[in-house]
Nanobody, 124 residues
Framework: QVQLAESGGGLVQAGGSLRLSCAAS????????MGWLRQAPGKGREFVAA????????YYEDSVKGRFTISRDNANNTLYLQMNSLKPEDTAVYYC?????????????????WGQGTQVTVSS
């Protein structure tokens, strides 16, 4: 069992930055593929970024490449998402996700565990 708790969301102007954190409980954090997905008002949940269990490989949705950076600290059971050059279209609830399978599952929103979500609002 893994419990995930996101933090770091908020209101920011376009062009600004935010850093999301996801604290995970349990001793098996380092065995999970981790990622971030988001859901904008009136839209489905979409993939943002993922990172392999070791942290050696990262994956990004095209619209965030070069602006967002995903990372993890396995010693402290924490996942991060550094978001720079934010745009109004990045406004969404951002969810932390953990999966014991592979990145493909996570990219398709098929995950073992979800966080409760944190709101990110980017004003123009």
């Amino acid at each position: 069992q893994v419990q995930l708790a996101e933090s770091g969301g908020g209101l920011v102007q376009a062009g600004g930055s935010l850093r999301l954190s996801c604290a995970a409980s349990g001793r098996t954090f380092s065995t999970y593929v981790m990622g971030w997905l988001r859901q904008a008002p009136g839209k489905g949940r979409e993939f943002v970024a993922a990172i392999s269990s070791s942290g050696a490989s990262t994956y990004y949705e095209d619209s965030v490449k070069g602006r967002f950076t995903i990372s993890r600290d396995n010693a402290n059971n924490t996942l991060y998402l550094q978001m720079n050059s934010l745009k109004p279209e990045d406004t969404a609830v951002y969810y932390c996700a953990a999966d014991g399978g592979n990145v493909r599952r996570l990219r398709n929103g098929v995950v073992d565990y979800w966080g409760q979500g944190t709101q990110v609002t980017v004003s123009s």
